[in-house]
């Protein structure tokens, strides 16, 4: 798709200006994915393999679904720093709807924007969306346990 675009832009003329503007996105999160990488190489060595299996693994069952929907839904952080951090540490300790229940919390639930959504939403509509977006994730990783695993 790089090639694609590279391609649509030179022939308007605009390679350098999109170059320019690839460049700018690289050394904004370059960065963040420093810091990323620095922590999944930390965490990787600081928790056990046999604590994530316990906690996550494949005889957690529901309660692993559930832990898992909390990780997801405390990592703060847009992709860059999240799917570094799953994969190093996640991928092979945790059953298939425990990922997809920490995945689809940390997309769905950001904790960080807690204090904006009530000065601005009310405590109402942030009541609400919080009891449907809590359950969400736990549902679909038990239904992903259930289908697949």
């Not at 649509?8 to 370059?30: D, H, P, T």
């Not at 529901?62 to 952080?77: C, F, R, T």
């Not at 689809?104 to 000065?119: C, D, K, R, S």
Request: net charge positive; glycine share 12%.
């Amino acid at each position: 798709m790089a090639v694609l675009f590279f391609y649509l832009a030179y022939r308007q003329g605009k390679q350098v200006e999109a170059l320019k503007e690839a460049r700018k996105l690289l050394f904004a999160v370059l960065p963040l994915l420093l810091c990323a990488f620095v922590l999944v190489g930390f965490m990787n060595i600081l928790i056990p393999e046999e604590i994530l299996q316990s906690w996550l693994g494949g005889g957690s069952g529901w309660k692993g679904v559930a832990i898992g929907s909390a990780i997801g839904a405390l990592v703060q952080g847009g992709p860059y720093a999240f799917f570094p951090l799953f994969d190093a540490l996640f991928r092979d300790s945790v059953t298939i709807g425990t990922a997809i229940a920490m995945i689809t919390a940390w997309g769905m639930i950001n904790v960080g924007h807690l204090p904006y959504e009530f000065a601005f939403l009310g405590s109402r509509f942030v009541a609400l969306k919080y009891a449907l977006y809590l359950a969400v994730p736990l549902l679909v990783g038990l239904l992903a346990n259930a289908l697949f695993g």
